[in-house]
């Protein structure tokens, strides 16, 4: 029962934090828009964000073995408050994606430590049922979080504080819990240029699963507004997008565990050409196709992180998962730190078409890459089974993995 309820101040903290960084990077951009910031400040906006992810993604354990789970996530969750509360003492662009920055150490650190937790408290016999409800809570607080777009003004100071006040209540359920703090784990190294060597193939497509998501969730409320959406339907734009992303995961995990993982990237990666190709022809053919093709485009792109991950541990061994996840989301945010603001400038030189032009283009080299990669070694028969991986911590292998 007391592991019923620890599991219970978990999720809360999920959800609340969920809710309140992931309604700030969309807001961040409406909100920039209508204070006049220029394309590549609201793309430097989002690319501050992965910055700062990937700083805590690294950190994080290291602060957690220095003072403990509960302080660790209070500390997180504090930077992510004052990330978000900042955006109203002041309108300067450069501020703001300062305070991003420490929205993204936040993200990080909390996640962290919340999978680390998780790590020490699922048992094998629950860990399917466990890891089931926590990518559903994650994965519906997401969902939320978007569509919480939809009621928020931008560039005002209400909305803001109601988005510090959702991050403050994600300190609650685990500040207070009576449950000892578990043993702290031992932190994955990174290693970037072996997980490179286990399987090219897999590193670039995190890098472009990391620019199109990146792009798509800092840049898509531009082309949004750009195409003729009202502020309330950027929300429901976005969430169009990520509700795509949820339902693809079991029949894209179907395909993944019965063909070569390889030609499933090129199936996707061909199917997000066309799916951005879609976009741009129908982009001036109202607001249902517009959710239609964000629907689509979420479908479509969002399990490629997944995929990518079951196919470079088809060659690693147990001992390696670890450290090759770590890299995984090392080049994930690589791709996403520095999509945000080219795909900005790409989007104020040549217009809002231009953002599934640039995405399109990634998706062409990782098509490319996928058929060379084919030519030079077979797959490896033995596969491993294809989960879900969200893109959280450097931790998150060893949750999603028996132990």
């Avoid at 996640?111 to 048992?123: F, G, H, R, T, V």
């Avoid at 196919?311 to 945000?340: C, K, M, R, V, Y």
Wanted: net charge positive; charged share 10%; proline share 4%.
């Amino acid at each position: 029962m007391r592991i019923i309820v620890s599991f219970a101040a978990l999720m809360l903290s999920v959800i609340f934090l969920q809710l309140s960084t992931g309604g700030l990077g969309p807001l961040d951009a409406l909100s920039g828009v209508k204070m006049g910031f220029n394309s590549s400040e609201i793309g430097l906006l989002g690319s501050a964000h992965f910055l700062g992810f990937f700083i805590g993604c690294w950190w994080a354990p290291r602060l957690m073995g220095a003072i403990g789970h509960s302080r660790g996530f209070a500390t997180f969750t504090a930077l992510g408050l004052v990330g978000i509360i900042g955006h109203t003492l002041s309108h300067d662009a450069t501020i703001w994606i300062t305070l991003r920055v420490f929205s993204g150490l936040s993200v990080a650190g909390c996640y962290s430590i919340i999978e680390a937790w998780l790590q020490a408290k699922i048992e094998n016999q629950n860990r399917g049922k466990s890891l089931g409800a926590y990518r559903l809570v994650d994965m519906g607080a997401s969902l939320c979080g978007q569509l919480l777009i939809s009621i928020l003004e931008p560039a005002h100071y209400i909305s803001y504080n109601i988005l510090a006040l959702i991050c403050t209540a994600a300190l609650l359920p685990l500040t207070l819990t009576r449950l000892k703090q578990p043993e702290l784990p031992l932190t994955p190294k990174l290693r970037p240029i072996a997980a490179y060597k286990l399987s090219p193939l897999a590193i670039i497509a995190a890098i472009v699963a990391g620019l199109t998501g990146a792009s798509f969730r800092m840049i898509g409320p531009i082309y949004g507004l750009q195409v003729g959406l009202e502020i309330n339907q950027i929300a429901l734009f976005l969430a169009a997008f990520v509700l795509g992303g949820a339902l693809a995961q079991y029949p894209v995990g179907r395909l993944a565990d019965a063909f070569d993982r390889r030609w499933v990237l090129i199936f996707l990666s061909s199917a997000a050409i066309c799916s951005s190709v879609l976009t741009i022809i129908i982009s001036n053919q109202g607001t249902t196709a517009v959710f239609f093709a964000a629907f689509a485009f979420g479908f479509i792109t969002f399990p490629i992180y997944s995929v990518a991950s079951a196919h470079a541990n088809d060659f690693a061994t147990p001992n390696q998962s670890a450290e090759l996840s770590a890299a995984l989301i090392f080049f994930f945010a690589t791709g996403a730190i520095g999509s945000p603001v080219l795909s900005a400038i790409l989007v104020e030189i040549y217009g809002a078409n231009a953002l599934f032009v640039f995405i399109a283009s990634a998706h062409v080299i990782l098509v490319i890459i996928s058929l060379t990669r084919m030519s030079v070694r077979p797959t490896n028969e033995v596969k491993t089974s294809y989960r879900y991986t969200p893109r959280t911590s450097f931790g998150i292998a060893k949750l999603i993995r028996k132990k």
